[in-house]
């Protein structure tokens, strides 16, 4: 599954050649991965001089920016009473004010770096009636944060809505011009980026050593903008819940009446719709999403695509769909990133990780605190963020998270150890996984593209025994969000290795 982002670039990511791996080198600030987080750090860093490598397992955006759906917002569904109901207002005040200077530093970079943003209104609207409420509650709380939010009885989709959060003025893009745009500017300031290089493990010594797949580099700080934390210092993959999520692109007939906004549905089914400007600036594309859930626990997945679909074609008729992709992000504990040093780490390694859909202005806010923090002049957002007390709604989902988690471990162990053996399977069909043991050992066998491939159906993070995701032929570890290729190779999550074969 490509997303329309991609598909108008070459294979190699954001489509710029990968530098050279040098073994040993030195640097001051090693950045592990080429997403949205990780290129804003580096040019950050590179723009005071510093000497600045970034290692991305894949290629550039590959993960979540390039298939993200990429609105620039600080009106964000019903987010902020999200955040409302685990922390004080002040933290929602602090999470509004870091995600405008993020949102801020995004208008001005792409204003100067030429890369093409379309302004537009962003619109959380109410699908049911029971939906009202929660929109009514979301304009009071972004009201009470400053922003400039106003009701509405309808809106302009052409289905039935029950009123609507409004703010102007917001901002839509291509997230890979803006991941293009950081990598020349990296690159043009001396830094390098190297594709095709997992980082393995990080030793917090002095200078940190960072162990890669290619061998062993240094650097006086690390920053892990992996998505979620590789390292498991700190337990963070447990303090965050992995969402897997769907999106089409299609071609609409009578384009000139696609609405122009940038939509977000408060109550189920979730849906994001939002279109694209064509080359001559006529819109014909629409894009939709929706359908999450937790990853590796959906079954069949596909249906979820085929369900976007339909509901597309029913209102707008006549809509093609051209491309469906996937992708996932991470949801913390009371809906507010995590941002800072990792334990452990003394001061030399930092991370962030758990902008719950809303990447675009929380990612750059996360590059700015993880910059300031090292210069001595956090914003004072960051510092409220930074400083966060963990209130008793906020324990108990996370406590709920571990539970489902742990029913998860056992439910898959012991659906392993009462089914058949893997000898007993019949060859699976095209684009069909297929879960057996050898012995008391998960195997996981699927075929896609005519080549059978048999692997250790155990994630090698925490021994997770993994499900088949039939959308995008890939074996998804309902622990913590771990993925891998048919063939075993990793595609994302936090372990950093393969499953055996
Ligand atoms: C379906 C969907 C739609 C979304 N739409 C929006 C939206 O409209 N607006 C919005 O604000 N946000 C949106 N988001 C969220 C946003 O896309 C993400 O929050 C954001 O892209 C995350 O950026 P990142 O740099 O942290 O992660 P990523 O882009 O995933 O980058 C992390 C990089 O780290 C690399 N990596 C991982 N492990 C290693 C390792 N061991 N060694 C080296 N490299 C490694 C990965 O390969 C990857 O390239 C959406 C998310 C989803 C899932």
């Known amino acids: 599954m490509t997303s329309l982002w991609f598909d108008s670039r070459s294979e190699t990511g954001a489509g ?25 750090t580096a040019l950050l860093f590179a723009r005071t001089g510093k000497r600045v490598a970034v290692l991305e397992s894949r290629s550039i955006g590959a993960v979540a920016t390039g298939r993200s ?40 970079y792409a204003s100067s770096s030429g890369v093409a943003v379309q302004r537009r209104d962003a619109v959380s609207y109410a699908g049911t009636a029971a939906g009202v409420e929660t929109v009514g509650r979301e304009f009071r709380i972004a009201r009470a944060s400053g922003l400039d939010v106003r009701l509405v009885d309808s ?50 010594s002095d200078p940190a050593e960072v162990r890669t797949s290619r061998g062993t580099v240094f650097g006086a700080h690390v920053h892990l903008t992996t998505g979620v934390p590789i390292l498991d210092r700190g337990l963070y993959f447990a303090k965050l819940r992995a969402q897997r999520s769907y999106a089409g692109s299609y071609e609409v007939p009578e384009s000139g009446a696609l609405p122009q906004s940038m939509y977000l549905s408060v109550d189920a089914p979730s849906r994001s719709i939002r279109t694209v400007p064509g080359a001559g600036g006529e819109t014909s594309t629409l894009i939709v999403g929706g359908n999450g859930h937790p990853v590796g626990r959906a079954g069949d997945t596909q249906r979820l695509v085929d369900d976007l679909h339909e509901w597309t074609a029913r ?16 949801e913390t504990p009371h809906r507010v ?4 040093y990792l334990p452990r780490g003394r001061g030399r390694i930092y991370f962030a990780s758990g902008y719950d859909k809303w990447g675009m202005t929380n990612a750059v806010q996360a590059a700015l605190t993880l910059f300031s923090d090292l210069s001595g002049d956090s914003p ?21 998270a571990n539970a489902a988690t742990g029913w998860w471990a056992l439910k898959g162990w012991a659906g392993v150890l009462a089914g058949p053996s893997t000898d007993a399977l019949p060859l699976p069909a ?36 993994l499900t088949w995701n039939s959308a995008e032929t890939s074996w998804d570890c309902p622990l913590h969000g771990s993925r891998f290729a048919p063939d075993g190779t990793l595609l994302e999550g936090p372990t950093a290795r393969d499953l055996r074969v």
């Open 16 to 40: 710029i050649t990968t530098d050279p791996f040098e073994p040993d080198a030195r640097y001051d600030e090693v950045v592990v991965g080429a997403g949205l987080t990780g290129l804003v």
């Open 69 to 108: 759906t990429a609105k620039l917002s600080l009106l964000q569904g019903s987010q902020l009473q999200k955040i409302r109901a685990h922390t004080y207002q002040s933290i929602v005040q602090a999470y509004v004010d870091a995600n405008r200077a993020g949102q801020e530093w995004m208008l001005d």
């Open 380 to 400: 004072s957002w960051a510092k409220t963020l930074h400083h966060r007390a963990t209130l008793p709604a906020a324990m108990a989902s996370g406590i709920g």
């Open 155 to 204: 809106t302009d989709l052409p289905f039935e809505t029950f009123g609507a959060v409004v703010l102007t003025d917001q901002a839509q893009f291509d997230p890979l011009d803006v991941l293009t745009a950081l990598a020349a500017d990296v690159r043009a300031l001396g830094g390098v980026i190297v594709e095709n290089t997992r980082v393995t493990g990080v030793r917090a």
């Open 315 to 330: 209102h707008f008729p006549g809509a093609v769909p051209t491309h469906s992709w996937s992708a996932q992000d991470y």
């Open 337 to 340: 990133p995590f941002v800072g």
């Open 430 to 465: 095209e684009g069909e996984g297929l879960i057996g043991r050898s012995g008391i050992h998960p195997t996981g066998t699927s075929t896609v593209g005519g080549r059978t491939c048999q692997v250790s159906a155990v994630c090698p993070h925490l021994g997770g025994v």
